[in-house]
């Protein structure tokens, strides 16, 4: 055997064999790799910031924890499937806590993510239509004819390995090198070795030329990422502020429960009173009739606040992504926290809405400026604008210059047969430019004439978002100078209630005033409660819904917004 080919023979299988010997893991790893790149890249451009990305789910997932430790019934859970109640303790979930949970567990969140990752796997798709392109083919042939006389065999094979490559101005190369198997390993002296060359270069002059034509689809590909993670921005931050409402409605359930419980005691506590009022003929029956008929009507009205209570845990839990039926904990104490909160921030006099005006333009004006959807509206006004170029340049003739050149190899060998050369003979090429003349252009121009309508269409559509942002900014200041309001009014009612409480009491012991005075008393005063409670959630809830629309309120990795971290 000649050893002067061995390095060309393992050059070639090593070239045409050892992509096909990776694996399905390595191809994922490679794939997530490039997502990867081109998210952190992405994150800088489109939010002036990076950090962690990933869509993997963590292998120790809170529900499954909670399905075990508490043993709940379920798919997670198969010994506990027939079961029907739980054990362990219940979970303690704070605020944040249940804005961390989400991020991680909560469903839509996590196909959000995907949705990004995808782009980012679409984006590395288009960028390997630009990218060198390597292929490689081995085939082998047995050939055989035992009839007759004389018997014959042949075996034939060949291999080839090329690459291509797609210039973002359009102009695009290919290349071959072919081999002849057989006399590669044959190692015949007496031939070639059977190498061939070509390439071949194509370069388009009118249709389909031009960089910003060429590299559209790349163009919308790395417009989209940024598109889906302006997307997933927004998403974080509308599902930071209705974790929080969802948490604090819960809490406001939690109160009026506590309410209710405290009105029903100072029922009873009435109704025992007139009882023995009664008993000691200071008052009559039915002023007793009267106080029992509210006491079971605070009672029912406690069961209907439990209840209300438990389904929205439920509905807590259901976003939080965790099993409905855990038993969790809230923190009682954040609603205190709000209360003061909201109690320092406002005075008695009433002071915004004299200034509403100002505030409504000045949140009008920052919403234009930061609003990520109305940012994503313009870039498609732009992306609208650049299909209707393309759909200008079909119109075009097609003119291409083909330019191709190929070889073969010659074989030369010396007498002493230590040395083997291998050269290549006369170069073959050619040119060659195909015209392609736009007599028909049906499609074209129908094409080109829908993209001049889909481009006044997107305007119109950019103009009403627009407006539809104002309209909403301004719906939400003035929504927000009403809360402010209500919650001074209600803060004032509980008050009044109070002292009417007291006052009817001391009334009624003198008898000065009746059982249903002070009925009616301790109705409203439970009333003005709820009412203040509701007025401090709704308050709250509308400043970071505000936030949220004029994009202000910043969301970490984890979920969780910073001003609260």
Known sequence: ???????????????????GCRSTKWHVKKADKEAGSIITQYQQEALGKTGKFTIERPSDSLRKRLMIEQDLPGYGNVASSNKMSGAGKPLQIKLLDALQIGARHNRNYQSRKEDVFRTALDLDLSRAEFRN??????SAMLSGDEGGESASRSVGGEAS????????????????????????????KTSTLGMLADAT???????GAGRDIVREPLTQA?????YAMWSFERFKRSFAVRMAGEYFGALEQAKQIQNAEANLKSLTDARQRMQELAKAGRQPETQVDQARQDELRANSRLIAARQLYEASLDSLKMSIGIPVDAKIELDKEELTRLSETTAGTFSDKVAIAEDGAKKTEEAVLKALKNRLDLRAAYWALEDTQRKLNVARDALDAEMKLKLSASTRDTHTS????TKTDVKFGDVKY???LDVGLPWDRTAERVAFRKSMIALEAMARQVEEQEDSIKQEIRSA???LIELEETYRIQRQAVELAERRVNSTEIFLQAGRSQIRDVLEAQEDLVSARDALVSAIVSYHMASLGLQRDLELLEINEEGMWASHE
């Open 1 to 19: 055997m000649n050893v002067s080919r061995l390095p060309v023979i393992s050059f070639i299988l090593a070239i045409l064999l050892l992509p």
């Open 161 to 188: 390995a090329g690459v291509t490559r797609k210039f973002q101005t359009g102009v695009s190369f290919a290349g071959k090198l072919g081999i002849d198997l057989v006399k590669l390993l044959t190692m015949d």
């Open 133 to 138: 392109s390597y292929s490689g083919l081995l």
């Open 477 to 479: 200041v003035r929504k």
């Open 414 to 417: 010396g007498l002493s047969e």
């Open 222 to 226: 790395e417009r989209d990422v940024i």
């Open 201 to 207: 270069i194509s370069v388009p002059l009118l249709r």
């Open 430 to 432: 050619g040119a060659v």
